[in-house]
């Protein structure tokens, strides 16, 4: 197994460190879309789960911009992270690898939340809260689009 197997759970993991959520938004979408992973992701095969990813990566955005917003480095945040990093890892890895995708998404989230708060909070100073975070949003929303996308395959026995 080589590294470049694992490159998709390394950049949800990315993904992940600026905006929690955002990976298993993404996953939801792609389900919804008809396209499976490679690794096993049972959770967003049951639509309790599929929807509430999809309500709480929409939430995640809107709260993100509220001025009482924590920190993505408080124990909430990174504990959000590592969860969503770990399955979305495991998800885009390759079948049998599930746990050394997660552990390449988490060992990416948590280092670069801390990197990407630094970078928010330069961007917030200069531009503001709403205006660094949308930038934040759209950049987050289409590198996780882009990589499940990649990442992923159709169904080739979908009607």
Excluded: C, W
């Amino acid at each position: 197994m080589n590294f470049r197997n694992l490159l998709p759970s390394f950049l949800i993991g990315a993904v992940a460190s600026a905006r929690a959520m955002t990976p298993m938004a993404t996953l939801a979408t792609a389900r919804l879309a008809d396209r499976h992973t490679s690794g096993k992701l049972v959770l967003l095969d049951r639509p309790l789960f599929k929807y509430g990813a999809l309500a709480m990566g929409a939430g995640e955005l809107f709260g993100d911009k509220l001025k009482s917003a924590p920190d993505r480095t408080v124990l909430p945040g990174l504990v959000a992270r590592v969860m969503s990093a770990g399955i979305a890892g495991a998800a885009l890895a390759p079948r049998g690898r599930e746990p050394a995708g997660a552990v390449a998404a988490v060992a990416t989230a948590v280092p670069l939340a801390y990197l990407t708060l630094a970078g928010r909070k330069q961007a917030m100073a200069k531009i503001g809260q709403t205006r660094s975070g949308l930038i934040e949003d759209a950049l987050v929303i289409a590198a996780g689009a882009a990589i499940v996308a990649l990442a992923t395959r159709r169904d080739q026995f979908a009607g």
